[in-house]
Nanobody
């Protein structure tokens, strides 16, 4: 049974930092997968924030977070992270981790391309 579990969300003041974690169980987050972080606010579509191919150097970022967010991995912990710095109120959203098998991972893919999803973690920036 595949599970992706996000953690690390919370409330922070503008300019602050948070690190989100996405831990996989029943799935090996290896180079065979593309792992993405998405975010969504009520009434809006889910948007891609960053993606990574674990075990490779392939990453992609939304323009709105470039230079502020960094996606990374820890193979030993089967976990993908999203380090978020210089947070802005417009970063407030529910953040989701997702994974898909194979495919291009050097650009952001639409949410419909991802088969496995976590339940999300709330990030609030005030």
């Amino acid at each position: 049974h595949v599970q992706l579990v996000e953690s690390g969300g919370g409330s922070v003041q503008a300019g602050g930092s948070l690190r989100l974690s996405c831990a996989g169980t029943g799935i090996r987050l290896s180079s065979a997968f593309c792992v993405g972080w998405f975010r969504q606010v009520p009434g809006k579509e889910r948007e891609g924030v960053a993606s990574i191919r674990p075990g490779a150097t392939t990453t992609a970022y939304a323009d709105s977070v470039k230079g502020r967010f960094t996606i990374s991995q820890d193979n030993a912990k089967n976990t993908v992270y999203l380090q978020m710095n210089s947070l802005k109120p417009e970063d407030t959203a529910t953040y989701y981790c997702a994974a898909r098998s194979g495919g291009v991972c050097n650009r952001l893919r639409p949410s419909s391309d991802f088969a496995y999803w976590g339940r999300g973690t709330q990030v609030t920036v005030s």
